[in-house]
């Protein structure tokens, strides 16, 4: 079962004191920085949630956490990079596990989710918009318009939150589009606002910025539920306008460190922290209250059961698309 924040809760006074008293005894105290590599462009999903909960563990650990942005492949590169660094515990990754479920699938890099110990802080929906100049104004338009010609559409690359969205919406539609492909969610959405692009698939949280400053127009967000964006208003859900079911498309985010060769110490820190100080960190809630995420924070067996959703989500929809080198029946990634 998903970890909720309603079975997170403590009294946050005491939960706050009682993570406060906890910092100097914690098995694990870091004499130098923490690096956490963010796989993806500045300004992204990834981005901006791993500044805060970065600074959510410099408190809590008393020593700085520097984030440190290494684009490239649809965010294999930088935790390539994580992966092959020395296991003392002082190099994490962050992003999306979800991929970790997929890279292998798609014959980009041979690592598994299951190498990794995973913490989630928040989820993300994907969000359809477009440039206000299109003549889109309603989902309705842009499906009518995908019927007549391949619409370019922006996403942060193969197997990106966004890439996955915008296949799902094809599978169930039958339309096409054409993929234009960026290294991250942020420079995805920049070339949708200057007009390189007419759609981003994005996730919410990327966009948020610019739907506020009306420099992009929500559509739709790819859930059965409207999404509330503070300072905008309600976005529709896709089930307004298809009787289709689209799979799972919301993506939890948070950080992953190898499992082999990390200190236990250090593992058992974060666990700690992952217990009483994330899910009452004012920081990240309000994070995600103003980028329109879900505010899930989980570890452990929690947060394996909360990614795999996605991962079977996204392993058939890139294997009914096309873009699998293998079937996800060979990874023992049943279909959803």
Do not use: C
């Not at 309600?234 to 689209?246: A, G, H, N």
């Not at 993506?251 to 499992?259: M, N, R, V």
């Not at 004012?282 to 994070?287: F, G, I, Q, V």
């Amino acid at each position: 079962m998903l970890r909720t924040l309603a079975t997170l809760a403590v009294s946050g006074t005491l939960v706050a004191l009682a993570g406060t008293a906890a910092a100097q005894d914690y098995a694990w105290k870091p004499d130098r920085p923490i690096t956490i590599v963010v796989p993806w462009g500045a300004g992204g999903a990834t981005d901006q949630v791993s500044r805060v909960t970065a600074g959510v563990l410099e408190e809590a650990l008393g020593q700085k956490v520097v984030v440190v942005n290494t684009p490239g492949a649809s965010g294999s590169i930088g935790k390539k990079n994580v992966w092959e660094a020395e296991r003392d515990g002082y190099t994490w990754a962050a992003g999306a596990p979800k991929q970790l479920g997929t890279y292998k699938l798609l014959g980009m890099w041979d690592t598994w989710v299951e190498d990794w110990h995973l913490y989630t802080t928040v989820t993300n929906v994907p969000m359809v918009s477009v440039n206000p100049d299109t003549p889109y104004e309603t989902m309705d338009d842009l499906l009518a318009a995908m019927k007549d010609k391949e619409v370019p559409v922006a996403t942060a690359g193969a197997g990106s939150s966004g890439h996955a969205a915008i296949e799902a919406l094809k599978a169930a539609t039958g339309l096409n589009y054409r993929h234009v492909s960026y290294d991250g969610g942020n420079p995805a959405i920049i070339a949708t606002v200057s007009g390189e692009a007419e759609v981003t698939t994005q996730l919410a949280s990327e966009q948020s910025e610019m739907v506020r400053g009306k420099r992009l127009r929500p559509l739709a967000v790819l859930a059965d539920t409207p999404l509330e964006i503070e300072g905008y208003g309600t976005v529709p859900p896709i089930t307004d306008f298809l009787s289709e079911k689209l799979p799972q498309l919301a993506t939890s985010f948070g950080i992953f460190i190898p499992k082999e060769g990390t200190p236990p110490e250090v593992i058992e820190t974060m666990n700690e922290i992952w217990e009483t100080v994330i899910p009452n960190s004012p920081e990240l809630k309000s994070y995600a209250l103003n980028r329109g995420a879900l505010f899930t924070p989980a570890y452990g067996e929690a947060a394996d059961a909360q990614v795999w959703p996605e991962i079977q989500a996204d392993a058939w929809s890139f294997h009914e698309a096309g873009r699998a080198t293998m079937s996800p029946d060979e990874m023992n990634i049943p279909k959803p």
